[in-house]
C-alpha cells in the first residue's frame, strides 16, 4: 500500500494531475455572450482566457473586433479571469491552497460598451471551486458563482474590473509538510 500510494503521489506531481483550471463556458441556459448598449442591443460571442494554475489557461477566441475566421466576422467582448486586481493578463500561474481571490475583467469591446453579460464558469479537474462572486465598479450579478448574469450601467468598454471570484484551491497537496499519518487521513 505505501509503495503505491507514494507511486500515485509521485506520478500526479510529475505529470501536473493536480493542475487546476477555471474557465468560462455556455451558461445553464447554453448562453456565453454580452449585450452592447446601443439599440438595437444584439448579443455577441464572449471570446476568453480562463485562469490555469500550471500551463496554458484555456481560451476561446484572441480578440474583440474584426476576425475574419469567423462566419460573421466579428468576436464581440472578451472577458478575463486573472490572479491580479491591477493587471488583467495574469491568467496563469500557482495559487496558495485554500480559499483564494481572482479578478474578472472585461478587456475590451468591438466599439461600444456592454450592458449585460450571461455565462457560466468550469473547473474541468474540480481543484478550483467558486464559492462567491462579488461585483466590482457598478456591476451587479443576479446570477450564481457559476452562472454569471450581469448587468452594469455606463457601458463600460473595458479593460474594467468587474468582479472579484472566491475560489477554493484544492491543489496541490504539498506532501513534504504533511506526516505520513496526515497524507493517509487524506486518502480514507
Known amino acids: 500500500m505505501f509503495r ?4 500515485f503521489v509521485v506520478l ?6 493536480f493542475a487546476g483550471e477555471l474557465c468560462l463556458v455556455d451558461s445553464p441556459n447554453a448562453i456565453n455572450a454580452t449585450v ?4 438595437p442591443q444584439l448579443l455577441w460571442d464572449n471570446s476568453y482566457v480562463g485562469y490555469s494554475t500550471e ?21 464581440g467582448y472578451r472577458w478575463l479571469i486573472s490572479a491580479s ?21 472585461l478587456e475590451c469591446s468591438v466599439s461600444e460598451g456592454m450592458a ?10 474540480g481543484t478550483l471551486i467558486p464559492l462567491a462572486l462579488a461585483p466590482q465598479n457598478g456591476f451587479l450579478n443576479a446570477g450564481t458563482p457559476t452562472h454569471i448574469l450581469m448587468a452594469v450601467g ?8 468587474a468582479a472579484y471570484l472566491l475560489v477554493l484551491n484544492l491543489g496541490p ?16
Open 154 to 161: 455606463g457601458c463600460p468598454t473595458g479593460p474594467v474590473l
Open 12 to 17: 500526479s506531481f510529475a505529470t501536473g494531475a
Open 85 to 105: 486586481d491591477t493587471d488583467p493578463y495574469e491568467n496563469t500561474g500557482p495559487l496558495p491552497q485554500g480559499i483564494v481571490e481572482l479578478s474578472l475583467w
Open 4 to 7: 503505491t500510494l507514494t507511486l
Open 55 to 75: 500551463g496554458a489557461p484555456c481560451e476561446v477566441g484572441t480578440f474583440c473586433g474584426f476576425d475574419p475566421q469567423r462566419n460573421e466576422g466579428l468576436e
Open 36 to 39: 452592447n448598449c446601443s439599440q
Open 173 to 188: 497537496v504539498s506532501v513534504e509538510s504533511q506526516s505520513w499519518a496526515g497524507i493517509k487521513s487524506m486518502y480514507r
Open 116 to 125: 449585460a453579460v450571461e455565462f457560466g464558469l468550469d473547473n474541468p479537474d
